[in-house]
């Protein structure tokens, strides 16, 4: 069947594009300090990869309802290649800059395409693909990260070891995207000029402003709203935690192959959280185990900088990290894709995604900050406390809605 075959890509094609990007990604914040960039600058490059999305979030989305997520995929992954090229090649500040604009239109682009190819059909078959869809990206999180690792070590000089991955990762960039522009061939995309929106409109500025105002339309279902929130939480960790552990490892001794086996460990444990999900789902409702995962989360930054001085306990501190994140992306996608149409789910996407980026793009600015005023150990401590401190206010207010509605 054609439908399971487009689904099948969608799990197996994102969980490429995350090697992909886990084998490159990793090693931004450290190539940018060989640069001579600062913790401050450093905190405001990672940020700067989640600013074009912001504004290309909802009119991506409604160009994955009107002219396919195949055909947005492709351009994602032009984006993806023109990043990895720019690194590769980068001699100052200004190619990174750029480098981070490309990429963070690729993730949000490729992100929402895959997720809209995983989430159709019944009910049944939409979660089935969706947990196969989460655990192959988590893969491709442990699998990039250990290539990577991989490729820079096999360089006595760091950042020629910096430089082969992104050249490593261009090249297999390359090949995904030679896959996609042949499997386009053959996807039915639907047809444009029947699309509700016309697509020059989607691409004028009022356009863009009304794709916003229709995401935002979305939020009225409150399971849209608890998943918007608790991926807001999760994923402002999960960006500090990747962007700056690297960081920290590197400043308390860490090797570059322990670093990038810290980084695959995370997204084994990611991976490994699917097999206990459905377990879960049977005993607790969605919404207690996202809660749950945001609380061991938060405590995991919180605690770094005690379990960072011994290699075990970072690694057992990195595992339970990644199983908590990984609980999260299944379980906020199931959770909103059931509260709207199929034909919505390219908006739900990018609004799910413009979610992400604010937080990624607050997260790393706050914690580049505190670190360079501070120091990274002190602002794992600070950012750790406070995250706990938001978990405990969702908790309370996700329990006092609940109420509202049971009354």
């Known amino acids: 069947?054609?439908?399971?075959?487009?689904?099948?890509?969608?799990?197996?094609?994102?969980?490429?594009?995350?090697?992909?990007?886990?084998?490159?990604?990793?090693?931004?914040?450290?190539?940018?300090?060989?640069?001579?960039?600062?913790?401050?600058?450093?905190?405001?490059?990672?940020?700067?990869?989640?600013?074009?999305p912001i504004f290309i979030a909802m009119p991506s989305g409604q160009l994955i309802d009107s002219i396919g997520p195949m055909k947005m995929l492709i351009v994602g992954a032009v984006s993806l290649l023109a990043s990895l090229i720019l690194n590769a090649t980068a001699a100052g500040i200004v190619s990174l800059v750029l480098s981070q604009f490309f990429l963070g239109a690729s993730i949000i682009i490729m992100a929402s395409a895959f997720q809209v190819l995983v989430s159709t059909g019944d009910v049944q078959t939409r979660n089935e693909y969706i947990q196969k869809y989460s655990m192959w990206m988590s893969g491709g999180g442990m699998l990039g990260p250990l290539l990577?690792?991989?490729?820079?070590?096999?360089?006595?000089?760091?950042?020629?070891?910096?430089?082969?991955?992104?050249?490593?990762?261009?090249?297999?960039?390359?090949?995904?995207?030679?896959?996609?522009?042949?499997?386009?061939?053959?996807?039915?995309?639907?047809?444009?000029?029947?699309?509700?929106?016309?697509?020059?409109?989607?691409?004028?500025?009022?356009?863009?402003?009304?794709s916003y105002r229709r995401g935002m339309d979305l939020t009225g279902h409150r399971p849209v709203q608890f998943g918007l929130t608790a991926t807001f939480l999760i994923m402002y960790i999960q960006s500090l935690y990747n962007g700056f552990l690297p960081l920290y490892m590197d400043s308390v001794g860490y090797t570059t192959m322990l670093i990038s086996v810290a980084l695959a460990l995370n997204g084994l444990a990611s991976m490994a959280a699917r097999y206990i999900l459905k377990?879960?789902?049977?005993?607790?409702?969605?919404?207690?185990?996202?809660?749950?995962?945001?609380?061991?989360?938060?405590?995991?930054?919180?605690?770094?900088?005690?379990?960072?001085?011994?290699?075990?306990?970072?690694?057992?501190?990195?595992?339970?990290?990644?199983?908590?994140?990984?609980?999260?992306?299944?379980?906020?996608?199931?959770?909103?894709?059931?509260?709207?149409g199929e034909t919505e789910r390219g908006k739900l996407m990018g609004l799910r995604l413009l979610v992400n980026r604010v937080s990624q793009m607050l997260s790393p600015a706050m914690f580049g900050v505190l670190g360079h005023l501070f120091g990274l150990s002190v602002a794992l401590y600070g950012g750790g406390a406070f995250l706990l401190a938001t978990m405990f206010g969702f908790s309370a207010y996700a329990n006092r809605t609940r109420s509202l509605r049971g009354s």
């Not at 084998?23 to 450093?42: D, K, P, R, V």
Request: with cysteine; proline share 4%; charged share 10%.
């Open 279 to 340: 377990g879960l789902m049977d005993r607790l409702p969605a919404e207690y185990i996202l809660t749950g995962a945001g609380f061991v989360a938060a405590t995991c930054v919180l605690v770094t900088p005690i379990t960072g001085l011994h290699v075990v306990s970072m690694m057992a501190t990195v595992i339970v990290m990644g199983g908590a994140v990984g609980l999260n992306l299944p379980l906020s996608i199931m959770i909103m894709v059931d509260a709207v």
């Open 1 to 52: 069947m054609q439908a399971d075959r487009f689904r099948r890509f969608g799990v197996y094609g994102g969980g490429v594009f995350f090697t992909i990007t886990g084998l490159s990604g990793q090693f931004f914040t450290l190539y940018a300090q060989e640069l001579g960039a600062s913790t401050l600058s450093i905190g405001l490059l990672v940020t700067l990869r989640a600013v074009l």
């Open 148 to 210: 990577g690792g991989l490729v820079a070590s096999a360089f006595q000089a760091p950042m020629d070891g910096y430089r082969a991955a992104f050249l490593t990762a261009a090249v297999s960039c390359a090949g995904l995207l030679v896959a996609l522009l042949w499997l386009s061939r053959s996807y039915p995309h639907p047809d444009d000029k029947a699309a509700d929106v016309p697509l020059e409109d989607i691409l004028s500025v009022r356009g863009v402003f009304a």
